[in-house]
């Protein structure tokens, strides 16, 4: 239901679990074998520089009333994640970042 995911676990953790996904590597061994990006990862992105960037975090859980695509059933450990990221240059502003000026 609703709200349940805050009973099954630390959702402190697991946000920052996401976040940690979200960011670039900052030493080899977080690759965890995999220094390179495989061929049909071109373009690689990382999304953060580092997940202390991160200003703003709001969470609302729901029911998921579908099953995940190519699976007939729900597992009660599937999850939908849906993400809405506002990108906010730090630092000096210029003609590098202008594309980011809210207006």
Known sequence: MPGQIINSGDLDNRL???????????QKDELGGFDEPPDDEVPFYCLL????????VSVETDVILEA??????IDPN???????????PSGNMGWHNINFVAT
């Open 16 to 26: 920052k679990t996401l976040f940690d996904a979200l960011r670039m590597p900052s």
């Open 49 to 56: 520089e580092d997940d202390r960037l991160i200003s703003h």
């Open 68 to 73: 995940i695509p190519n699976k007939s059933t």
């Open 78 to 88: 599937d999850a939908r994640l849906i993400m809405t990221i506002n990108l906010v």
